[in-house]
């Protein structure tokens, strides 16, 4: 069975930092490539940074330069490092991978920037 279980959510100031985890299992980890999504209330969802199985990393230009997608394959498990966080990023922030043909999503971990 696959499961993503995010965690690292929480409520910080504008300019302060988290750093968001996700744990894989019922995959093989480092075959697959990785995505964070977040959705904010009243919006779609929307694909925030990508990494591929060899480390190649995309941003959506609203978190360029402020956020940092990683993953540790010996732990099959998918980073974000938020820096320099600002109220708009306020959103339940997903991971998401395509295995075998089908898509999964983890449950979310909320994030709140207060400003």
């Known amino acids: 069975q696959v499961r993503l279980v995010e965690s690292g959510g929480g409520l910080v100031q504008a300019g302060g930092s988290l750093r968001l985890s996700c744990a894989a299992s019922?995959?093989?980890?480092?075959?697959?490539?990785m995505d964070w999504y977040r959705q904010a209330p009243g919006k779609q969802r929307e694909l925030v940074a990508t990494?591929?199985?060899?480390?190649?990393?995309n941003y959506s230009d609203s978190v360029k330069g402020r956020f940092t997608i990683s993953r540790d394959n010996a732990k099959d498990t998918l980073y974000l490092q938020m820096d320099n966080l600002k109220p708009g990023d306020t959103a339940v922030y997903y991971c998401?991978?395509?295995?075998?043909?089908?898509?999964?999503w983890g449950q979310g971990t909320q994030v709140t920037v207060s400003s």
């Open positions: 019922g995959i093989i980890f480092s075959f697959v490539p």
């Open positions: 990494i591929t199985r060899s480390g190649s990393r």
């Open positions: 998401r991978t395509t295995w075998i043909g089908r898509e999964y």
